[in-house]
Every structure is written in C-alpha cells, then in structure tokens.
C-alpha cells in the first residue's frame, strides 16, 4: 500500500512540475508581449512616462502576491532599509533603461544584451557575497561576453543609446537579484516587489514632469497592454515557481528569444545577420550553461530576464532562496 501510495504521489508531483513549467513559459510569452508594447509605441512617448505608467499598472499585481499574514504596509516594509533602498534604485534603472533598449533596438538584440543578466550575477556574487565560482562558470561568463561583442561589433557598426541601456538594465537587474540573494528568505516577496515598483513609479515620475505629455487613445492601450500583462506575467511566474523547482523555472526565459525574432519579422521588420545570429547562440548558451552550473551546486538561480523592468525576477528568486541549502 505504502509502494502505491508513494508512486501516485510521485506521480502527482510529476504532473505538477510540468504544469509549472509550461505556466512557466506562458509567463515568459505574457512579458514577451508586455515589451512588444513598449516597441510599438516606438518613442511616441517619453521612456520615464512609459515606466510611471506601467508602474501605476504594475500595482494590479500585488493582491495576488500578498500572501497569508502579509499586511498591506508590508509593501514598504523591510528588514534591511539600505538594501531595500538598492533594490529601489536598481528598478527604475532597469524599467527606464529597458524601455529605451526596446524601443531603440529590434527586439532580438535588446534581449541578447539584457541576457547577459547572469553573467553579470555570477561578477557581483564573487565580489559581495564571496561565492566560490569554478572555472565552468567562468567560462560561461566568457562566453556570454564574446557573445556580447560579436552582437555589437564595435567599430564596425554604430552603437547607440540603446545598446548602452540594454547592458545597464541587465546590469541593474543583476544586482537586484544579488540584493534577494544576500536578504535570503528573510524578505517577504511583496516587500521586495514595492521596492521595485515605487522606485520605478517615484523616479520615473519625477523624471518626466518637464516632458510629460497627455497619451492618446491609442498609446493607452499599449500603455495599459504593457502595465498589465506585465502583471500578469508576475503572478502567473509566481504560481509557476510554486508548482515546479525554481531550476526548472528559470530555463524557459530563453523562449523569449523566440518571440522577440517572432515579433521584429512581423511586426517592426527587423532584420538578423549571420554574426549576430552567432553571437545570440552564444549569449544564450552563455545563460543556460550557468543555470546548469548552479541548479548543480545548489545555488539560488539568477531569476528571469522578464519585461522592460525585472520585477518579476523575485517570483522565482524568492522561491530559490527558499528551497537552496545554507552555504
């Protein structure tokens, strides 16, 4: 009886993890559309009004994960205010920055350079938190960075404001997730949500007062397109890194990849060369061989490079400090 009890469990939680994966990649396709709205607005608005927005939109999500004995002013409460104040920076950063990477690149290339998120989270763990980093790591950082120049082949085409965005939001996001990996699971979630999206909503508000424009009918929807179903990709990653391991979670980030060379073929006309081609491999491969490396040695993962602004990276982060041994 115990034998047949253990397999149907065994069995469920098979079904569950699969569920989480696939939860998994349909968040990964929600954000995908939330920043294919930050595209199609194509400048038509200033990018801090984009952020303060979407931010405003960015508030829907918090019902959903508030969890049990949360209180609402735990949105703005802390156990360490200096980080908690990092982490706020480091989300308008991202969210402006993003949004300018969107809108002044194709879609593929903004993701190539915001993917170097985890070669920028293995950097920061060795300097702050002394991780012991081996040489398979080492060479994935490499390898994303070569990635990195074969994308951008300096001195042989244009750099713009974008590219420079692009490696400071992934930048900014990448110490964000250090923050939630030094805070551990001391932090609840949606403390470490509020500080994202009240640095985004506070900055980038007052950032656009000299500009600010009243949006048309139409750049609402895409405001509102972008705001929500940025939301909404947060809460569905959460409930996907409640029903599979966040290992498995993290890996479908790079489906992205796919929707974003979707979207700049039919919708913006983008084009991809042979040499970027290469060097998006290369980054991607850059990625997956990290996450591989730390599911490994048990590490908590750099969670997902997700829409213009990486609040949603805590869904899975904070599942991951959860479940990771003490090191």
Request: charge should be positive; hydrophobic fraction near 55%; include cysteine.
């Amino acid at each position: 009886m115990s034998s047949i009890t253990a397999d149907s469990n065994s069995v469920a939680a098979g079904h569950s993890t699969l569920r989480g994966v696939l939860v998994a990649f349909a968040s990964y396709a929600v954000f995908a559309f939330s920043d294919a709205s930050i595209k199609i607005l194509h400048g038509t608005l200033p990018a801090y009004q984009v952020a303060f927005i979407g931010s405003l939109f960015g508030f829907a999500a918090i019902p959903f994960l508030k969890a049990r004995g949360d209180v609402w002013l735990d949105v703005i409460k802390t156990r360490n205010r200096p980080l908690w104040m990092l982490r706020f920076a480091c989300g308008a950063i991202s969210a402006i920055c993003s949004i300018v990477a969107f809108t002044e690149l194709p879609m593929a290339e903004a993701f190539a350079l915001l993917f170097l998120l985890p070669s920028f989270v293995t950097i920061l763990s060795v300097v702050f938190l002394k991780e012991d980093v081996r040489w398979q790591r080492w060479t994935a950082v490499i390898l994303g960075f070569i990635g990195v120049l074969i994308v951008l082949r300096p001195g042989f085409r244009e750099l713009s404001i974008g590219h420079l965005c692009a490696a400071i939001g992934g930048l900014s996001g990448a110490v964000s997730i250090v923050i939630n990996r030094a805070l551990g699971s001391k932090e609840k979630r949606i403390s470490l949500y509020g500080a994202a999206l009240f640095g985004t909503l506070i900055v980038s508000g007052l950032l656009m007062l000299p500009e600010m424009m009243w949006p048309t009918a139409w750049q609402w929807i895409f405001l509102a397109s972008y705001g929500l179903l940025g939301a909404v990709g947060t809460v569905l990653l959460m409930n996907a890194a409640h029903l599979a391991p966040a290992n498995l979670v993290a890996p479908p980030q790079y489906s992205q990849m796919i929707w974003a060379i979707g979207f700049g073929y039919l919708l913006f006309n983008d084009s991809i060369d042979l040499p970027m081609a290469l060097g998006i491999v290369l980054i991607v491969f850059s990625g997956l061989l990290t996450l591989a490396r730390e599911r490994k040695r048990g590490t908590p993962l750099p969670a997902a490079v997700v829409a213009a602004d990486t609040r949603a990276a805590l869904a899975t982060a904070q599942q991951a400090n959860a479940d990771a041994p003490d090191r």
